[in-house]
Structures are given as C-alpha cells and as structure tokens.
C-alpha cells in the first residue's frame, strides 16, 4: 500500500512538474516587442491527411501568436497538388480514398476564414489539376498565380512560411 501511494504521488509530482514545464514554453526572444504577425504561408501538399494535419496546425499557430499577445495576420496561397482537396465537388476516387480528410481540410478552411484569415487558390494550379474553380470551397479567393501572390504580399511586408 505504502509502494503504490509513493507510485502515485510521484506521478502527481511528475505531472505538475511538466504542466510547470510546459507553461514556461513561448517564443518572446523571436517575437520580441512585435504587435502584428505577418506570415504567408506557401502551402504546397500532395497528401491530403498531411495537408489536414498542417492546416490544423496553422490554425494552432494562429491561436498561439494570439496567446503571446501578437495579432496575427496570416494569409494562405495554395499552390500546386494541394489544389485537389479544396473543392466542394471532389473527384470520386479521392473521396472514396480520403473521406476524412477532405472533411477536415474543409472545416479547417473554413474555421481558418472564420478567423479572418485570407486563403487564396492559384488558377494556374486549378487549371493543371482539372478543378472546377467554380467548385472551389467557399472561405477561398481564386488568384491568377499564386507564385505572384505571394511576391505581392511579401513586398507588403508578409513573410515567407513555406509548407511542404
């Protein structure tokens, strides 16, 4: 009886040491006294559960900013193969295959343009992909070039977030 109470008063212990741990995770020395996030983000993803997996994580990056007392301002340019997971009317093969994860990239965009966050489709890429730019899901801008785009918004002062 006396081993077990030990056993878990040192899981306690453990446990509030790495929630102390945790707490004490931030990124002030990159951020320093900066009021607004700049960042746009190049997404560039084959895989559809790998480009669930990062939408979620920008949004958490968002969220993250948000906490550390930033104002975030991000925009997405969604460029080559990604182009395939962000359409109302996806091809049918893909969506037997992908179900889950075109549900999710769906909420995640637009939980992303719930926030305010611009997300642009580069047309170049939806023309080499076959998609219905009408077809497009609804919290997306369709821009000419996406290569552009994000040229323009670097010049405005936005960095450069690539993922691949």
């Not at 549900?103 to 939806?126: D, F």
């Amino acid at each position: 009886m006396k081993i077990r109470l030990n056993a878990i008063l040192a899981l306690i212990m453990l446990l509030c040491s790495l929630s102390v741990a945790a707490a004490e995770i931030h990124d002030a020395a990159a951020l320093g006294d900066l009021k607004q996030g700049k960042g746009v983000f190049l997404v560039d993803i084959g895989e559809p559960g790998k480009l669930a997996f990062y939408l979620k994580v920008i949004e958490g990056t968002y969220q993250g900013m948000k906490d550390q007392g930033v104002t975030p301002d991000f925009i997405l340019v969604y460029i080559g193969p990604s182009v395939k997971y962000l359409s109302t009317k996806p091809d049918e093969d893909l969506m037997f295959e992908h179900n889950d994860a075109l549900q999710s990239i769906a909420e995640r965009v637009a939980a992303l343009g719930e926030l305010g966050v611009r997300q642009e489709i580069c047309a170049v890429a939806t023309r080499a992909f076959a998609i219905d730019n009408g077809a497009l899901l609804p919290a997306l801008t369709l821009v000419g070039d996406g290569f552009i785009s994000l040229i323009g918004w670097q010049a405005q002062g936005y960095h450069l977030v690539p993922v691949f």
